[in-house]
């Protein structure tokens, strides 16, 4: 069974906050960073409510509810690690994630490497089964003021498992 799974995210940027992104650290020209329960990593946040997608397990704020301690300031990576044990207890693997990054600034061309090694790694993928891009949104919007950063991710996971959500 092919599931497919989609997430977005979006967070303000503010002073006194590193930027994470992709589980890097990433130097913003203005010293901006992501506003957040969490370090605010807006692109693991979309990979997390993908695959919670496709696995039919509701979205990150119903497994990691802003109230719960657990959750102020961890790492978005640690979440999403947390997500890909219970994914494949039950059976689900991954054919590919495909991301998107919008933010005005910074440039991230350069940070994009590193942000898909991360993953990769952490979501035991193969370089050429997640796919990072960025764009700005042509200073419109939030995004496009430099007011935030979004991201956008999609899924697809296999599961021919007979104990496989149905």
């Known amino acids: ?5 989609q997430g977005y995210d979006l967070h303000p940027l503010v002073k006194g906050r590193p930027l994470i992104l992709g589980g890097i650290q990433i130097t913003h020209p203005q010293k901006l960073g992501l ?5 605010g990593d807006c692109l693991t946040h979309a990979i997390i409510d993908a695959l919670l997608g496709a ?7 119903q ?3 802003a109230s719960d301690p ?10 999403l690690t947390i997500v890909l044990q219970k994914a494949w207890s039950l059976g689900f693997t991954i054919h590919n994630i ?3 990054i919008l933010a005005e600034q910074p440039k ?9 090694q ?24 939030p995004v496009g003021r430099n007011e935030a950063i979004a991201a956008l991710a999609v899924t697809l996971l296999e599961n021919n498992s007979k104990e496989a959500i149905r």
């Open 108 to 116: 991230l061309a350069d940070s994009i490497p590193q942000m898909r």
């Open 55 to 61: 696995t039919g397990l509701g979205d990150i704020g």
């Open 35 to 39: 506003a957040g329960v969490t370090d």
């Open 70 to 79: 657990t959750v102020k300031n961890a790492a978005s990576t640690k979440l």
């Open 63 to 65: 497994m990691f509810p």
């Open 118 to 141: 991360v993953l990769c790694e952490i979501c035991q993928l193969e370089e050429n089964q997640l796919s990072i891009k960025a764009t700005t949104m042509e200073q419109l919007g």
């Open 1 to 5: 069974m092919l599931r497919i799974g």
């Open 98 to 100: 495909d991301c998107t």
